[in-house]
């Protein structure tokens, strides 16, 4: 079965602190995303990656930033917390070549709340 | 830019209902379409997917028709039950563009 595990489900961090996501992916998938989800906003892009060390913002970057140093993983960073970025951040990848298709695959999310 | 639109929520109905969440679009070329489900502390998973012009997506008694002339993909299921409530998303994709657009979500509660 396709497998995306966030390390946490549920964060309480202090503004200002710096702030890791882990997302690891057991299917082998190039492109990997993070994504946070907002009432009323539904899910917007945060960065993607479509290979190890590659990456690209999304629709809304600004305060984030994204590492993937194995292909299995990618992490979101939080350099400096603060109370807007409460939110639930979800992961999710997918291999590429899938024609038009584009399904993802996510994970079960991290509910993150800052102080 | 690529937008989805959907009606906005929450939509209570009784088991046994009908359901339609309608959902509309705005994108350069023929996206691929999705409704993805979230329940109630999970992540999304793939609940359709149509590809093309006139595809019909079904799963689990849920049925979306592509309309390139209406640019609708709206999702129907003849009788809902208290498992199917859930956060519905409308989501596309376009060629170019490796992630998905996402709806605002629609909030299912059914009823016994």
């Known amino acids: 079965d396709v497998k995306v595990t966030q390390s946490s489900r549920y964060l309480v961090k202090r503004t200002g602190e710096k702030v890791f996501l882990e997302c690891v992916q057991d299917m082998d998938h190039e492109n990997m995303f993070w994504y946070r989800q907002d009432p009323g906003l539904g899910l917007r892009l945060i960065y993607f990656?479509?290979?190890?060390?590659?990456?690209e913002k999304g629709d809304i970057p600004e305060g984030y930033s994204v590492s993937r140093e194995k292909k299995e993983r990618f992490s979101l960073i939080l350099e400096s917390a603060s109370t807007n970025q409460t939110s639930m951040y979800l992961c999710?990848?997918?291999?590429?070549?899938?024609?038009?298709?584009?399904?993802?695959?996510f994970g079960e999310g991290s509910r993150l709340t800052v102080l | 830019g690529n937008s989805v639109t959907q009606m906005e929520g929450p939509v209570t109905l009784s088991e046994e209902a009908f359901l339609t969440i309608n959902c509309t679009y705005t994108a350069t070329g023929y996206p691929s379409l999705f409704w993805y489900v979230q329940y109630p502390g999970e992540g999304l998973q793939l609940l359709l997917k149509?590809?093309?012009?006139?595809d019909k997506g079904s799963n689990k008694g849920f049925e979306a028709t592509y309309r390139k002339e209406t640019t609708s993909f709206h999702l129907e299921k003849g009788s809902v039950q208290v498992s199917d409530s859930a956060v519905y998303f409308c989501?596309?994709?376009?060629?170019?563009?490796?992630?998905?657009?996402f709806g605002s979500g629609t909030r299912l509660q059914v009823q016994p």
């Open positions: 990656s479509y290979d190890v060390k590659m990456k």
């Open positions: 149509a590809t093309k012009a006139d």
């Open positions: 989501a596309l994709k376009v060629s170019y563009r490796r992630a998905l657009t």
């Open positions: 999710a990848s997918s291999p590429p070549g899938q024609g038009t298709t584009g399904e993802l695959f």
